[in-house]
């Protein structure tokens, strides 16, 4: 993407290795192994430079301007290129950091990564190359922790981030509550198996073999497969059973997990994929975006231009863009429309700078404080305080600064320091969040057909299409297999021995025991003594290599732990978090390349997800074995 690149200044040929970890020249994912798009950026900085302005014509970009031209030092260049963006509302200029990083100046790692900090406080990549700086060349371990702490804070604030990060995240949430809740069904059903082939059989003319008992009720579970429904299908058959056999605790849950597995593959597969697509398909998100970076092409101004009417996000990008290029009264303009249809705190604030850029003072000190209504954020405090400079008035000057730094004292003294640069009146435009853009995701239908074409490995057919569909299928066979359940006097199976209990069969149960072990048990009077010895011995090695079995059992087979001692919702946590677990270290670097914004804080988050799902799965394990041994004793 435009904005993933790094500035190269008019008439310089840096020659640039990419940072650690991150995509070099031609390999995949890397913005820079696209010569066409690297070749429109070295282009349009070398026109923005021969061409004259001409009224109503954008000169070269601001912020372009201020990174590329010459500089006594790098520090000044990076201080220059800082003030210049916020006060266009950048606060985030990804190009100029990237190329910092990548600067072939001589400059020392750590700088290069301070500086690029400073130039995008809100990229992740940067601070994760700070943290990398700091334990490796600095020695100072604590100080990379915090920064690889604010770099996982940044991605909430950083557009481009938040959506991929979020994106990624999801994606990995849903596999994983995809392939666990079916995991979950799978045991429940092979739990009920051996019961569901003997009463089957009882439906059948003819005293079939349990062999061919059991070789019906696969073809049964293989009928929605045969229909092309594929696993979804076949997982309305396998939540059917368990609701059969279940009892009113475990059907519960298989609600649950019948819910968990429709949101993983409709809802939330298809949020994953809107903002995985937003950039790369919304080509007016692309455009504003470039736009706010300093760094769009006269293609994304038409196509701004074109739909500005209809779309926020395009008037937005224009209004700054105007304000930036020194065109305040279209600005002023623009943002009224603004102002008319969504009056938010960044734009009340960038609307009130322009005011006061014309000369409107009371205007302007009218639209701070409706955005200090709204927000008493640091930076409209700061704005309105250069405007009571404007007019003279100490008194309240003094009190708004206060009130400021009370908020955010450390942000009001960079802004402070930036101003005495100058000597002059400073005001800061607030930049374009990832609001409008999860607006964008949320309010469209973007994602679904991404979202239809990962589901379909496992929903194929009809149930695949409409989550309506699928949602009614899942209900129908949990409602049916309640309702036969509750009907049906199924078989089970003797707690003591394991041997089954079917009225069917003449098999009279006693409680939770069959006859044979009622009698054993309770009735020792009615049996030989030495026989009755030689029973309770087999049934203790049974017992023992049951525990062996169990014991093994809820090691290797996730979600079995909680099964086995009759905890099914532990089951259900315990599958789905292992499997979360493993997808989270299977996409530890994210779903799609990292357009240049994560660096390694994606394996930073995705792995410390994946190891937080591997602990909640082993607490499961241990406390379901914990359980039985309790129940033992």
């Not at 991150?22 to 950026?41: I, N």
């Not at 919702?569 to 978090?577: D, E, F, N, P, S």
Request: aromatic share 4%.
């Amino acid at each position: 993407m435009l904005f993933a690149l790094t500035l190269v200044a008019p008439g310089r040929a840096d020659v640039v290795e990419p940072a650690a970890g991150q995509p070099a020249q031609g390999q995949p994912g890397s913005p820079l192994g696209d010569p066409a798009v690297h070749g429109a950026v070295l282009g349009l900085a070398a026109e923005a430079a021969a061409a004259p302005p001409a009224p109503g014509v954008r000169s070269e970009p601001a912020l372009l301007r201020a990174w590329s031209d010459p500089a006594d030092s790098f520090q000044q260049r990076v201080e220059r290129t800082r003030r210049a963006s916020l006060e266009a509302g950048t606060w985030s200029f990804d190009a100029a950091a990237r190329a910092a990083l990548q600067g072939s100046g001589g400059e020392d790692p750590l700088v290069r990564a301070q500086a690029a900090v400073l130039l995008a406080p809100e990229l992740p990549l940067a601070h994760m190359e700070l943290a990398r700086a700091l334990w490796l060349q600095a020695n100072q371990p604590m100080s990379a922790i915090r920064s690889v702490a604010t770099a996982l804070r940044a991605i909430a604030s950083h557009p481009e981030a938040s959506l991929w990060f979020a994106g990624s995240g999801l994606f990995v949430l849903a596999v994983g509550t995809c392939v666990g809740t079916l995991l979950l069904l799978v045991l429940v059903a092979l739990r009920a198996a051996s019961h569901a082939a003997h009463d089957l059989g009882h439906l059948t003319p003819g005293n079939a073999p349990a062999f061919a008992r059991c070789a019906l009720l696969c073809a049964l579970l293989l009928v929605p497969i045969a229909a092309g429904e594929g696993v979804l299908g076949a997982a309305v058959a396998l939540l059917a059973i368990g609701a059969v056999y279940g009892r009113p605790g475990q059907r519960v849950v298989l609600a649950l997990a019948a819910a968990a597995l429709w949101a993983s593959l409709f809802p939330v597969a298809r949020i994953a994929s809107a903002a995985l697509e937003t950039f790369p398909n919304d080509s007016v998100a692309r455009a504003a975006y470039s736009l706010t970076q300093g760094i769009a092409s006269p293609e994304d101004l038409a196509r701004l231009e074109a739909v500005a009417d209809s779309d926020p996000l395009a008037l937005r990008a224009l209004a700054m863009d105007a304000r930036r290029s020194g065109h305040l009264a279209r600005a002023d303009a623009l943002y009224q429309r603004i102002l008319d249809r969504e009056p938010d705190v960044a734009a009340l604030n960038n609307a009130a700078n322009i005011r006061l850029a014309l000369g409107h003072m009371e205007s302007a000190i009218e639209l701070y404080g409706r955005a200090l209504d709204l927000e008493e954020s640091p930076v409209v405090l700061f704005n309105l305080s250069q405007a009571y400079v404007r007019g003279f008035h100490v008194d309240e000057l003094n009190r708004t600064l206060a009130a400021a730094q009370r908020v955010d004292g450390e942000l009001v003294a960079e802004l402070t320091a930036l101003q005495r640069n100058q000597n002059e009146s400073y005001v800061v435009d607030l930049p374009l969040g990832p609001r409008p853009l999860w607006q964008r995701v949320l309010a469209s239908e973007r994602g679904e057909a991404l979202a239809a074409m990962l589901r379909a490995p496992l929903a194929p057919g009809l149930l695949g299409s409409s989550e309506r569909v699928a949602g009614g299928a899942l209900l129908a066979a949990l409602a049916l297999g309640v309702l036969l359940g509750g009907r049906v006097a199924g078989s089970r199976g003797c707690t003591r021995c394991g041997g089954r209990i079917c009225a069917h069969c003449g098999e009279r149960a006693v409680g939770s025991l069959c006859e044979s072990c009622d009698t054993l048990f309770n009735h020792p009077e009615k049996t030989d003594r030495a026989l009755r010895f030689a029973r309770i011995e087999a049934l203790r090695k049974r017992d023992r290599r049951m525990a062996r079995a169990m014991t093994f059992a809820s090691v290797v087979v996730p979600g079995a732990a909680g099964l086995l001692v009759d905890r099914p919702l532990r089951a259900l946590v315990g599958a789905v978090a292992f499997c979360v677990a493993a997808a989270g270290i299977w996409w530890r670097a994210g779903v799609v390349p990292d357009p240049w914004v994560a660096g390694r804080a994606a394996p930073a988050l995705f792995g410390g997800l994946a190891a937080l799902a591997l602990l909640v799965y082993v607490g499961s394990v241990l406390a379901s074995l914990a359980t039985r041994a309790g129940g033992e004793a």
